[in-house]
């Protein structure tokens, strides 16, 4: 990448950032490009230059918090694997492998997540649970031959109970280690298979 191409990139991120600093105190509708302008400490024509509105910023910002959560999964392509070769006794939909990952990706954007969970709707967050559920959950369920019509009602299930004990997390500040929550979930689960 060139400089140009780096400045740019820059002054894109420095956009997302104070777009999503903005929407965490105010709703969508109400955030104008001069705002965003003023916070990211460019000008009106800079915007214009990358997006067409406020909208297409929008879905950049969607993409540039997924960009940031996938790189907590590193090893990606070695989970996947590991479930393709795995028997089925070993599978579980919820594993410290990602759930850790996960939890530290978390605590480490509190506030981002803090915003997610308030603008849930608006950030379109369901979107990370599509990737993971693509990659990991919808995997293992294959593997276990769950009809596909069920698929959705089971991944709802667990993601909804993630997502609800990810809340109370933030709520108390992320004050349980990483590891504790993942014990947590992982020994909800189990009860819940059980």
Known sequence: MNRSESKYFNTAI????????LL???DF???????????ADV????FY?????????LAESIGYI??????????KDEMISGINGASLEELYLITPAYLIPYLTYVKENKDLFRLAIKRYTVLQMDSNFRELCKYILNPIL??????????????????????AVIRKWLELDCITPVERMAEIIMENVKETDG
């Open 14 to 21: 420095r956009m997302d950032e104070a777009f999503l600093e």
């Open 24 to 26: 965490s105190k105010k």
């Open 29 to 39: 509708e109400f955030i104008t490009v001069k705002e965003i302008c003023e916070k």
């Open 43 to 46: 000008n009106r024509s800079t």
């Open 49 to 57: 230059l990358h997006y067409e509105n406020i909208g297409e910023l």
């Open 66 to 75: 997924n960009e940031r959560f996938f790189t907590y999964f590193p090893q």
């Open 142 to 163: 294959e593997r276990y031959r769950v009809p596909e019509a069920e698929m959705e009602y089971i991944l709802a299930f667990y993601i909804e109970g993630i997502i």
